[in-house]
């Protein structure tokens, strides 16, 4: 069965830094997602992305977080310079398209933690 | 605006004995209501969700649950527990294909020998 995958599975990376989690959506999805979960807390929406655009974002996806799809497989979220807020778990997400389903598919998810 | 509570950040239960996870929502329009399941230092992976059909959903490892639109509730239920089901549970809200998800707060299920 076909899944998203994300890379790293775990990033450390000094505060200042900039970082970039990747993930790869399952190949016939439309929208994709960014969450986070800080540890302890419940996951939080980031940004979706629909035909190449942001589609939404929160209030969280200040102008220090970027996403792309730079080759039609990739969808990556950029944190250009990260703070030790940023530490929490980022889980990338997709759904198909319809009618199959609204049913988000999650990927394992990339540690970030920023020192 | 859409919201989830889940009444109880912690819930203990015996192996062998019935579970029940509580959600309640608010949503302006008929939701799409989910609950996913996050098992230590795992991703999140769909147990069942709800899309306006039958109110009596069946998910993955015996877990259903059942929408009540009166009591704007969607609750977790399986009837035995097993030490496999410990994990933290979440119940999520989704308005419209293709809009964000809200994920309640999580519930943790711990499961007693």
């Known amino acids: 069965e076909p899944e998203v995958t994300q890379t790293p599975s775990h990033q450390v990376t000094q505060m200042g830094q900039e970082v970039i989690l990747r993930c790869v959506p399952i190949s016939n999805h439309l929208y994709f997602y960014w969450y986070r979960q800080i540890l302890g807390q419940k996951v939080e929406f980031l940004v979706s992305?629909?035909?190449?655009?942001?589609?939404?974002k929160s209030e969280i996806f200040d102008d220090q977080f970027s996403v792309e799809r730079p080759d039609g497989s990739n969808f990556t979220l950029k944190i250009r310079s990260t703070k030790l807020e940023d530490s929490a778990m980022y889980f990338c997400a997709s759904i198909p398209p319809p009618p199959a389903a609204d049913t988000q598919y999650f990927g394992p998810g990339t540690r970030l933690t920023v020192l | 605006a859409q919201s989830v509570t889940q009444l109880d950040s912690h819930v203990s239960v015996s192996e062998g004995t019935p579970v029940l996870l509580r959600c309640n929502y608010s949503s302006s329009y008929s939701p799409s209501l989910f609950w996913y399941v996050q098992h230590p230092n795992k991703g999140l992976q769909l147990l069942l969700k709800?899309?306006?059909?039958?109110?009596l959903v069946k998910g993955i490892n015996g877990f259903e649950a059942e929408f009540k639109k009166s009591e704007t509730s969607f609750h977790l239920t399986k009837p035995s527990a097993h030490m496999s089901d410990a994990a933290e549970y979440f119940c999520?809200?989704?308005?419209?294909?293709?809009?964000?998800?809200?994920f309640g707060p999580g519930t943790r299920l711990s499961v007693l020998p």
């Open positions: 992305f629909y035909n190449n655009e942001i589609s939404e």
């Open positions: 999520v809200v989704s308005r419209f294909y293709g809009q964000n998800f809200v």
């Open positions: 709800y899309t306006s059909a039958a109110t």
